[in-house]
């Protein structure tokens, strides 16, 4: 994988790129790669408009992936919109496959994160063998995942807290769609090979294909083939494997910034320990997370299994809000990366900034839709009085505290883009787990506060996590900027 030719030598060693060579990686006429404007912008003039340009892909992308949950969501429950196991035993799984997300979100952090500091550095030599190197590594953990996670099926969803129906349907529903979470963790190399070099149409492109498909095949296999929630699972393995045939192709045509060699020899376990060193804190960034829903939905079950269902229902609904935040985040992380890698410091501090007061000003108008439309919305998705109550309380309290989130997830994603992880996962373990886990359990158990301790256990977690990023990537950026 290299912007060159394919052949290496010991006679010939790679030379890092001249800047005229940098300046027209974007220009070659290999197939709708950027143009030398759009590359250009990255590094020179107003933050804004290319901050935008490289978001809105994203956004789209996760928007119509985040439709096929919505849709997912709307298919179970009309399976038999009277009984709540359904919606329910898919939400226990629900941590799993955030396990499998956080895999995968780590194998694109790890391998864009290098990408762009490679591409700002003009580094051929770390380009020519990201690609393969982060596929082994892929590979390898998805083969193992997906065995362990068959083989313990049934103590795993056990430990997860269902019971009955919800036992049923949380097995089913885990058995059929482990082999998408192996393909999820491999596709997203090449989707962080795309999203570090800022080709952000691609990314858009591969994730409206796994939605659409989703979302078309859903009922096929839930309702008309009988299948129910293990339909669901069908559904999702056979639009992974429709976007693979859609990402595949892109590399071995070459129409990318970063190319594929798909040769043994470009693997090297210098770039594969870079990709682990940034990817491995992301991982275990969303493992935070995963255990955040596994902690919190054993608290809300214990309080009331009719809390649980809302409790997921709101779920989907604060994936919505955060959309922009993680496309934000994805774009502040090319544009960060990129710069740092061409040691333009004070570029990057704005970047960051900017980053920000975008991203507040996006998610305080959305979660404002949200609140006010709450009880209209959650009644679409159940007829139980109870389960609209739970759901529009939460929505009402809680939902403004994730303005704050953003300043800690733009302190994340800049640490993670110029491939300081630490810092980057020490933020996510203050939102997710250091704050809103012990408090929440205190303010339930101690306090007896009921659901209402959950809630206030997220707020904290956003608060005080925002304090600290900020506080963090201020003075990490003021070292470099003098």
């Known amino acids: ?129 990201v690609a393969e190197s982060g596929l082994l590594i892929a590979g390898t953990v998805s083969a193992l995942v997906t065995v362990l996670c068959y083989v313990y099926a049934e103590h795993i969803v056990f430990s997860l807290g269902a019971r009955g129906d919800y036992f049923i349907h949380a097995l089913e529903y885990l058995r059929f769609i482990l082999p998408a979470a192996g393909m999820m963790i491999i596709g997203n190399v090449f989707l962080g090979l795309l999203q570090g070099a800022g080709q952000m149409r691609k990314v858009m492109i591969a994730m409206i294909i796994t939605t659409s498909i989703n979302i078309i095949l859903d009922p096929v296999f839930i309702f008309l083939l009988g299948m129910e929630v293990k339909g669901a699972g069908i559904a999702t393995v056979i639009a992974q494997a429709v976007t693979a045939v859609y990402l595949v192709p892109i590399f071995l045509k070459r129409k990318t910034l970063v190319k594929v060699e798909w040769k043994w020899r470009n693997i ?61 985040a994805a774009a502040v992380i090319t544009m960060t990366g990129q710069n740092f890698g ?27 839709v949200i609140v006010i439309f709450a009880p209209t919305l959650f009644s679409f998705f159940t007829t139980i009085d109870a389960v609209v109550d739970y759901s529009v309380r939460q929505t009402r309290l809680v939902e403004f505290s994730y303005v704050l989130a953003v300043i800690a997830d733009m302190g994340r994603a800049s640490f993670q883009a110029v491939g300081k992880p630490i810092p980057a996962l020490i933020i996510t373990a203050l939102r997710l787990a250091l704050i809103p886990l012990p408090i929440a359990y205190a303010l339930v158990y101690g306090a007896g506060a009921g659901v209402y301790g959950v809630w206030y256990g997220i707020i904290l977690g956003n608060l005080f996590s925002a304090v600290a990023g900020s506080i963090w990537i201020r003075s990490f950026l003021t070292r470099r900027t003098g």
């Open 342 to 368: 061409r040691k333009q410091y004070v570029r990057v501090e704005r970047i960051w900034r900017t980053g920000v007061f975008l991203g507040m000003a996006v998610i305080a108008c959305i979660a404002s």
């Open 1 to 129: 994988m290299c912007w060159y030719s394919a052949g290496r030598s010991k006679s010939h060693p790679e030379k890092p790129m001249s800047k005229s060579e940098g300046r027209s990686a974007g220009a070659q006429k290999n197939g709708g790669v950027l143009s030398p404007r759009e590359t250009e912008d990255i590094f020179k003039g107003p933050i804004l408009k290319p901050l935008i340009r490289l978001s809105v892909p994203i956004y789209l992308g996760l928007l119509s992936q985040l439709m096929y949950y919505i849709a997912d969501t709307i298919w179970i429950s009309r399976i038999d919109l009277s009984d709540p196991s359904y919606v329910g035993g898919v939400g226990i799984i629900f941590p799993l496959l955030f396990a499998a997300l956080a895999i995968s979100s780590g194998m694109l952090i790890g391998v864009g994160s290098l990408v762009a500091r490679s591409i700002g550095a003009r580094d051929r030599k770390t380009l020519s063998c």
């Open 268 to 328: 090297d376990f210098i770039a594969m320990k870079k990709i682990v060193a940034v990817g491995f804190p992301q991982t275990a960034g969303h493992m935070l997370l995963a255990l955040n829903f596994l902690i919190f939905n054993k608290i809300v079950v214990s309080i009331d299994q009719l809390a649980l269902t809302a409790f997921s229902i709101c779920g989907r609904f604060d994936q919505v809000l955060l959309l922009p935040l993680l496309a934000i």
